[in-house]
């Protein structure tokens, strides 16, 4: 289990989000980045490609921190 303090990363528009539990974070970010609406709307791609800009950035930081200390 992965123990942190809260944590902050910036998401595509420069803003810096709060993350206080990361798996949950993946996890939502995960669902979030399929969602459109039905029917489709214009800002379905973009809510998308922000998702999965914040969904990718929060796998890179799992895997910073999952990474061996010397």
């Known amino acids: 289990m992965l123990k942190f303090s809260t944590m ?18 993946i996890q939502q970010t995960g669902w979030y980045k399929e969602y459109t609406h039905n029917p489709p709307v214009k800002s379905d791609k973009e809510r998308q490609a922000y998702w999965t800009d914040m969904h990718k950035k929060l796998i890179a930081l799992r895997e910073q921190l999952n990474k061996p200390k010397n």
């Open 8 to 25: 902050k990363i910036r998401d595509k528009n420069g803003n810096w989000i709060e993350v206080t539990d990361l798996k949950k974070a």
